[in-house]
C-alpha cells in the first residue's frame, strides 16, 4: 500500500487464530500466532477474556518479540482471538494492528479479519456521514461500526447484519466477554479452519496452527456460515443467500504452509509438488540439476525434479534470520532483501546447466537478481528459470499483497522479454491448464491473479482506485 494513503489500511495476508473454553487460551493463541507467523510479519496481537471483560495486547513486531511470559499474564480467560498482520509502514500502523477492540450499547467485541473488503470508501464515507469516528484506517473498523450501529437484535443478529453490508474477502474471527464467533464470506476467498482440543475449540487460517498445540482438524468453516462458539457449545448459522466458492489459488502456490491442509482438507505440499510435475511435463528442458528457490520453490522442485530424473540439489542457501525484510515494500529495500537473504553454493552449481524453481514472479527483481547470483557467483553454466505458477497479470483485491497491474511484470511483457529482463537461458511458466488441471476440482477457485476474472463484481472504476491505494 502507498504510504500517502491516508484513508484505506488495506491489510493484506494475515494470520488469525481463535480459542474458546481452554484455561490457557492466550498462551495456547500464542503458539497458534508462532504457526502462522508467516502469514504476517508487521505486527501480532491477542484479545483475551474470563467471561466478564477483555483484556488486548497488542504491538508492531513478531509474535516472539511482542509476547512474553509477563505479556502473556495480562491475558487471562478461556476465550481468546489473535491476529499476525502484513501491511503498510506508516505512523497509523499501530492502531492498525489487530485485534482491534471496541465497546458499545452491549458490551465489548473485538474483531481479527484476514482478507479484504471491498467498496470500503462507500461505507466508511456513509458511517462518517452519520457520525461515526474511526480510530483507525483498517477496513475491519468498519465491520465493527455496523456491529455496534445496528439498532435492534442481540449480538448475533448485529454481526449477520453487519456481514451481508460488507463485501470482499473475510475469514474473521470476532469474541465478546462470553463467546467467540467465526465467520468466511460466501466465496470462502481465505481459508479458515476449525479444530478441536479436547473440550476447547480453534479456528484457525491454516492447520498447522493445530498441529503445534495437538488440535485436532475437523473441518472448515464453510463459505458464508458464521459460527457461533460459547458454554452452549457450537451453533452454525448460514448468513448469505447464495454461495459460490472461490478459493484463492494462491495460497496453493505462495501463501498457505505446505504442511497445512485448506480449502476442505486439501494438502499444500502436495499441490505444490504435482504444480512442479506438471510443469516438467509442460517445460522439459537439458539440465544436470534442479535447484529450489527456497523456502517457497522446494515443494515444485522436488515435483520436477521427480518428474524429469534430473537430480534435486540445494543451490541456494538461505538465511532463516532475516526477519522481516522481505515484507519491506520499497523496490530498493526488496532488491537488498534478496542478497539478504539468499547465497549460492558454488560447489553445486559451478559449471552446471541449472534449472531453478520458484513458486511465482511478481515485479521480476527477484528472479532477476538471481539468475545473477547463480551465474555470477555460484558460476553456473546455464541459468533455466521454471515457475510454478502462470504469469500473474491481474493485482489482488482480496487479500494477497500483490501490487498495482502496472507493476505486475506479466501484466505488459510476453515470456521471452521477461526471460531477456532476468537475464536467464530459458524461462518457462505453468500453463493455466497445467494449474487447472493439477489442483483438485471438489471445489471452485478465484484465479483473477492468473486470468483477471474477479469473483466479486464491482465497478471498474473502484479497481482503478483500488490499484491507486495498493
Ligand atoms: P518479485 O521480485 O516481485 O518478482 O517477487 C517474486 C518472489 O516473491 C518469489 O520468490 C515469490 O516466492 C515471492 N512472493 C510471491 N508473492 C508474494 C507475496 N505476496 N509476498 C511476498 N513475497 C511474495
Request: proline share 4%.
Amino acid at each position: 500500500m502507498n504510504e500517502n494513503n491516508l484513508f484505506f489500511d488495506i491489510h493484506e495476508e494475515c494470520g488469525i487464530f481463535g480459542i474458546f473454553g481452554h484455561p490457557e487460551a492466550a498462551n495456547l493463541t500464542y503458539l497458534g500466532l508462532y504457526a502462522l507467523q508467516h502469514r504476517g510479519q508487521e505486527g501480532a496481537g491477542i484479545c483475551s477474556s474470563d467471561g466478564s471483560r477483555l483484556y488486548l495486547e497488542k504491538s508492531l513486531g513478531l509474535v516472539a518479540e511482542i509476547f512474553n511470559e509477563k505479556v502473556l499474564k495480562n491475558l487471562p480467560g478461556h476465550i481468546a482471538i489473535g491476529h499476525n498482520r502484513y501491511s503498510t509502514t506508516g505512523s497509523s500502523s499501530l492502531e492498525n494492528v489487530q485485534p482491534l477492540m471496541a465497546t458499545y450499547s452491549l458490551g465489548s467485541i473485538a474483531i481479527a479479519h484476514n482478507g479484504n473488503l471491498i467498496d470500503i470508501e462507500r461505507l466508511r464515507g456513509k458511517l462518517e456521514k452519520d457520525g461515526a469516528i474511526f480510530q483507525t484506517t483498517s477496513d475491519s473498523e468498519i465491520i465493527l461500526h455496523l456491529i455496534a450501529r445496528a439498532r435492534d437484535g442481540g449480538v448475533h443478529e448485529r454481526v449477520a447484519n453487519a456481514i451481508r453490508q460488507v463485501s470482499g474477502a473475510f475469514s474473521i474471527l470476532l469474541m465478546s466477554e462470553t463467546e467467540l464467533i467465526a465467520l468466511r464470506d460466501p466465496y470462502g476467498i481465505r481459508p479458515l479452519s476449525l479444530g478441536q482440543l479436547n473440550d476447547s475449540y480453534i479456528v484457525a487460517s491454516e492447520t498447522c496452527a493445530f498441529d503445534l498445540i495437538g488440535a485436532t482438524y475437523i473441518r472448515d468453516v464453510e463459505p458464508g456460515e458464521m459460527l457461533i462458539i460459547n458454554e452452549g457449545g457450537i451453533k452454525s448459522l448460514k448468513i448469505f443467500n447464495s454461495y459460490k466458492k472461490a478459493h484463492c489459488v494462491f495460497e496453493f502456490i505462495y501463501f498457505a504452509r505446505p504442511d497445512s491442509y485448506i480449502f476442505d482438507h486439501i494438502c499444500v505440499n502436495t499441490v505444490r509438488k504435482e504444480l512442479g510435475r506438471q510443469l516438467a511435463r509442460e517445460h522439459p528442458v537439458d539440465a544436470d540439476i534442479v535447484i529450489p528457490v527456497p523456502d517457497s520453490g522446494v515443494p515444485a522442485a522436488l515435483g520436477y525434479a521427480e518428474q524429469s530424473g534430473i537430480p534435486f540439489e540445494f543451490g541456494l542457501i538461505r538465511n532463516h534470520y532475516v526477519g522481516r525484510t522481505f515484507i519491506e515494500p520499497k523496490q530498493s529495500i526488496r532488491h537488498f532483501g534478496v542478497k539478504i537473504k539468499l547465497n549460492p553454493v558454488r560447489e553445486i552449481l559451478k559449471g552446471k546447466k541449472v534449472i531453478v524453481i520458484d513458486d511465482s514472479i511478481v515485479r521480476g527483481t527477484t528472479s532477476k537478481k538471481i539468475v545473477k547470483m547463480i551465474r555470477e557467483l555460484g558460476e553456473a553454466k546455464e541459468v533455466h528459470m521454471r515457475i510454478s505458477s502462470p504469469p500473474a497479470i491481474g493485482p489482488c483485491f482480496y487479500g494477497i499483497d500483490t501490487p498495482t497491474r502496472q507493476e505486475l511484470i506479466a501484466s505488459s511483457h510476453k515470456v521471452e522479454e521477461i526471460r531477456k529482463y532476468i537475464t536467464a537461458d530459458s524461462l518457462g511458466y505453468l500453463s493455466i491448464e497445467g494449474l487447472k488441471k493439477i489442483i483438485p476440482s471438489s471445489t471452485n477457485y478465484c484465479m483473477a491473479c492468473f486470468n483477471s476474472k474477479y469473483p466479486i463484481e464491482f465497478e471498474s472504476k473502484k479497481v482503478s482506485q483500488i490499484e491507486l491505494f495498493s
